[in-house]
């Protein structure tokens, strides 16, 4: 099972939007709603900012949404913030052996 | 509130094995499946596999099958995820995850990881 596929990095101004994309196959992204996106600041653990697609978790900014198209998800942040600066991955559900399949990660730098 | 503290920073030789524990409070322990989840440095995350705390019952990632076990200790609220024939390249933070209800695919809260370092 390979990783799902994100940009290595994506960068944006504050006050700016910014969309993450992630893409798999109909195994994954494409056949099931399960996709969840986690963001992880430097030494810490990850924190999950959507799941199911598109829901929010208690306490979650409302800057971040997410949606999916065919195989490819995607994480917009809007209103960037210097505080959005972190590592983001997407991860989803997957008919394999392996379960949850994780992506490979983008760095989101506010410049 | 939910929080899991895992077990400390770990260095093992080539071949040995590892007992990372995760010890679980604010909630019903046996209610909600715990999920392990790898990050070498400076690499991605990578699912492990889950126990489900109430029966035992657990369920590999195909690549961990044959080495990897998890266990828990439902007296004390602590879930173990032991590694066996350990290498150099299974050097990396080893996290603890809760499924809420009815979730697939996403966990939350996470442990705050434990770094498990290989090295001759």
């Known amino acids: 099972q390979s990783a799902l596929t994100q940009p290595a990095s994506v960068s944006g101004s504050p006050g700016q939007s910014i969309t993450i994309s992630c893409t798999g196959t109909s195994s994954d992204v494409g056949g099931y709603n399960y996709v969840s996106w986690y963001q992880q600041h430097p030494g810490k653990a990850p924190k999950v900012m959507i799941h199911?697609?598109?829901n929010r978790p208690s306490g979650v900014s409302n800057r971040f949404s997410g949606s999916k198209s065919g195989n490819t998800a995607s994480l917009t942040i809007s209103g960037l913030q210097a505080e959005d600066e972190a590592d983001y991955y997407c991860?989803?559900?997957?008919?394999?052996?392996?379960?949850?399949?994780f992506g490979t990660g983008t760095k989101v730098t506010v410049l | 509130q939910v929080q899991l503290v895992q077990s400390g920073a770990e260095v093992k030789k080539p071949g040995a094995s590892v007992k990372v524990s995760c010890k679980a409070s604010g909630y019903t322990f046996t209610g909600y499946y715990m999920h392990w989840v790898r990050q070498a440095p400076g690499q991605g995350l990578e699912w492990m596999g889950w126990?489900?705390?109430?029966?035992?019952?657990?369920k590999y990632a195909q690549k961990f099958q044959g080495w990897v076990t998890m266990t828990r200790d439902t007296s004390i609220s602590t879930a173990y995820m032991e590694l066996s024939r350990l290498r150099s390249e299974d050097t990396a933070v080893y996290y603890c995850a809760v499924a809420p209800p009815a979730a697939i695919g996403w966990f939350d809260p996470w442990g705050q990881g434990a770094l498990v370092t290989v090295s001759s």
């Open positions: 991860s989803s559900y997957t008919s394999s052996s392996t379960l949850y399949v």
């Open positions: 199911d697609v598109s």
């Open positions: 126990i489900n705390p109430n029966s035992g019952g657990t």
